[in-house]
């Protein structure tokens, strides 16, 4: 069964970066979506990055410029770099990986948690 697992969470100053990974196993990936979503208490998950099978990147609107998405095919491992963070970036982030073909899947991590002190 398709699996994947965050890691790269934690606690950072403001104005810090962080790194973040996702590995997915059980299977072959290469024309899959990878994504970036996060989630804050009592509120609608939402997009944060996602990236293509042709590395082609997706931002939302408070993050582009500040984060980067990546991928490795080889590794089945996703990226993302996180600089100038601030406050409103303290959430649960999840990793993502979706399939549109078969076997059709949508595979969600556990959730890691990014707080930014002052």
């Known amino acids: 069964q398709v699996q994947v697992v965050e890691s790269g969470g934690g606690l950072v100053q403001s104005g810090g970066s962080l790194r973040l990974s996702c590995v997915a196993s059980?299977?072959?990936?290469?024309?899959?979506?990878w994504g970036w979503y996060r989630q804050a208490p009592g509120k609608q998950r939402e997009m944060v990055a996602t990236?293509?099978?042709?590395?082609?990147?997706d931002y939302a609107g408070s993050v582009e410029g500040r984060f980067t998405i990546s991928r490795d095919n080889r590794k089945n491992t996703m990226y993302r770099e996180m600089n100038s963070l601030g406050f409103d970036d303290t959430t649960v982030y999840y990793c993502?990986?979706?399939?549109?073909?078969?076997?059709?899947?949508?595979?969600w991590g556990q959730g890691i948690k990014i707080t930014v002190s002052s």
């Open positions: 993502n990986l979706r399939r549109r073909y078969t076997p059709v899947y949508n595979k």
């Open positions: 059980g299977g072959a990936f290469f024309g899959d979506v």
């Open positions: 990236i293509t099978s042709g590395s082609t990147s």
